[in-house]
């Protein structure tokens, strides 16, 4: 199954309205709404936010079986609107950071394909378990940086832990915008050893990059923007969907795949990915909205 490794948190806006969110959690949602088997894993607080989290998870069939609850807060990104868009994070001692097991065990045998990215790999204790699965994991390792260049306060620390998330991933997704705060270049990310850099680029689209140097280009879906609110997230979850599906579980396996397969995955994920787009807030489809 997938596993999608990080935090779950709420978006506060103005009037107090808090929404669910956190790129992990939105990768588990939309993968589980597109009907395979998906887990998350990450602690998730025992406070009113974090009920609300639990809750919102388990009714798009995410598979909690190795999540934690604790009874740290919830990390909040407050949102202000006006006059311009800004947020403030308060994040500091929360739930997200004090995952104390990364046991796979109740999932059963794998391989577990095993995502993850965003501020789980770098905050606290659950970055160092995160990095245990790593090491033990025998499936795909997805990697989304997703960078928030507010939230990093070290940058040489985010970088301990994204270089051994860059060395042991077999795909990497990223915008323009994380590659270019990383200061890294395609050719240089294809050189830590993915079988693909996906490079997406907002209503263009987006390329794929193979070690061999080939690339693929999907264009990006015809739609009636509201929001890029968990686009890249729902993105993720759409690309590891088409891939358990296929049965492509192991390296070996995703090397094998065409630029043919390619094109149908990543046509799959700019669908889901639009859709997204075309509705408020990370709100992913489902599998029977997809209109196949």
């Known amino acids: 199954m997938i596993v999608s490794c990080g935090e779950a948190l709420v978006d506060v806006f103005e009037g107090g309205l808090a929404v669910p969110g956190g790129g992990p959690m939105n990768a588990a949602i939309t993968a589980a709404r597109l009907g395979v088997p998906t887990a998350f894993l990450g602690r998730v607080s025992t406070d009113a936010h974090g009920d609300e989290i639990w809750a919102h998870m388990s009714a798009s069939n995410v598979d909690l079986r190795v999540a934690e609850r604790g009874d740290e807060p919830t990390a909040r990104a407050v ?11 308060e994040g500091t001692d929360t739930a997200d950071t004090m995952l104390e097991s990364a046991d796979l065990t109740a999932l059963g045998a794998g391989p577990h ?18 990095l245990g699965l790593l090491r033990a994991s025998d499936g795909l390792i997805s990697f ?18 994204a270089n051994r998330w860059l060395d042991r991933a077999d795909i990497i997704r990223g915008s323009d915008e ?36 080939s690339s693929v280009q999907v264009p990006g879906a015809t739609i009636e923007f509201v929001d890029a609110v968990g686009a890249g997230d729902s993105f993720c979850g ?7 599906q296929r049965g492509v579980t192991t390296r070996p396996l995703l090397d094998e795949l065409d630029h043919r397969a390619w094109i149908d995955i990543l046509s799959f994920a700019v669908n889901v990915a ?11 489809p ?4 997809l209109g196949e």
């Not at 949102?79 to 994070?89: A, E, G, L, N, W």
């Not at 759409?238 to 358990?244: K, R």
């Open 286 to 289: 489902w599998a029977n909205e």
């Open 274 to 284: 639009g859709i997204t787009c075309s509705r408020s807030g990370a709100n992913p």
């Open 144 to 161: 989304d940086p997703n960078i928030r260049p507010q939230i990093i306060d070290d940058v040489d620390h985010w970088w301990r832990y």
């Open 238 to 244: 759409a690309v590891l969907t088409q891939l358990e």
């Open 178 to 213: 994380d590659f270019d705060w990383m200061g890294l270049s395609i050719a240089e990310l294809l050189q830590r050893g993915p079988a693909v850099v996906l490079r997406t680029v907002g209503a263009a689209g987006v390329e794929a990059f193979f070690a061999d140097g």
């Open 79 to 89: 949102v202000t609107t006006t006059p311009v868009q800004s947020f403030r994070f």
């Open 113 to 130: 394909t095993v995502h993850g990215g965003t501020l789980g790999i770098f905050r606290g204790r659950s970055a160092d378990a995160y």
